[in-house]
């Protein structure tokens, strides 16, 4: 009589009524468990240990990428705090620069009004010396009319 055996994840589950009642045959079954557990053990302490030295070089891994990233962070922050330091003098360097410019244009302003006060003051010095040079002119005259 064939039953139909339930299956688990596309395996046949295991048929109790197939188990040995006879003692010899179930110390066989016991001897048979206890050699496939002891053929299985080393295996599975194996993977186990590799699998345990895979997650000790992972956490080495981890412990590198985290010392790292903090490095990275350390050179962010120097990067940045530089960068900072750098803004602010061209900041300075551009305010000083607006500074310079206003005090050239006033320079500028001054030189102009001073070209302009330079012309009038030679304007005024040639208007002198005409009239120094007809005031001579009259004074000689005057001393040439008293001698005679």
Known sequence: MATAAATIRGQEAMDWSKIPTNPMELLIWIVAGLVGALLFIPKWLKEN????????????????????????????????????????????????????????????????????????????????????????TELQGLVHARNN
């Open 49 to 136: 240990k590799a699998e345990s030295g895979i997650i000790d070089r992972l956490s080495r891994e981890l412990t590198e990428e985290r010392a790292l990233r903090k490095e990275i962070e350390i050179r962010a922050d120097h990067f940045a705090a530089e960068r900072n330091e750098l803004i602010m003098q061209f900041s300075d360097m551009k305010r000083d620069s607006a500074l310079v410019q206003h005090k050239l244009d006033q320079v500028l302003a001054q030189n102009t009004e001073l070209a302009a006060q330079n012309i009038q003051l030679a304007e005024t010095n040639r208007q002198l010396s005409r009239k120094v040079d007809l005031l001579s």
